[in-house]
Nanobody, 119 residues
Framework: QVQLVESGGGLVQPGGSLRLSCAAS????????MGWYRQAPGKQRELAAA???????NYADSVKGRFTISRDNTKNTVYLQMNNLKPEDTAVYYC?????????????WGQGTQVTVSS
């Protein structure tokens, strides 16, 4: 089992920045791929950014060049630095931990943190 707790959300003006954090506990953090997903009102949850256990990253086209995902395995924490925020980035952001072991998937979610971009 992995427990995930997000923090760092809030209200920010367009063009501003926020850094989200996701603290993990309960298992070996370093073996999990980590992701930040987001869900806007009335829309499906979508992947914003992901980082593998080896440190490779992947971003949605809509956030490339503005968001940076990183992880600190010594602190069991994954981060999402969000710059040049736009109103369309408004959503609940969820942290996800995932791994697959011998055909069995392990998939865990945090409770979410609200990000609102508005003037």
């Amino acid at each position: 089992q992995v427990q995930l707790v997000e923090s760092g959300g809030g209200l920010v003006q367009p063009g501003g920045s926020l850094r989200l954090s996701c603290a993990a506990s309960g298992s070996i953090f370093s073996i999990y791929a980590m992701g930040w997903y987001r869900q806007a009102p009335g829309k499906q949850r979508e992947l914003a950014a992901a980082i593998t256990s080896g440190g490779s990253t992947n971003y949605a086209d809509s956030v490339k060049g503005r968001f940076t995902i990183s992880r600190d395995n010594t602190k069991n924490t994954v981060y999402l630095q969000m710059n040049n925020l736009k109103p369309e980035d408004t959503a609940v952001y969820y942290c996800n931990a995932y791994r697959n072991s011998f055909g069995t998937s392990y998939d865990y979610w945090g409770q979410g943190t609200q990000v609102t971009v508005s003037s």
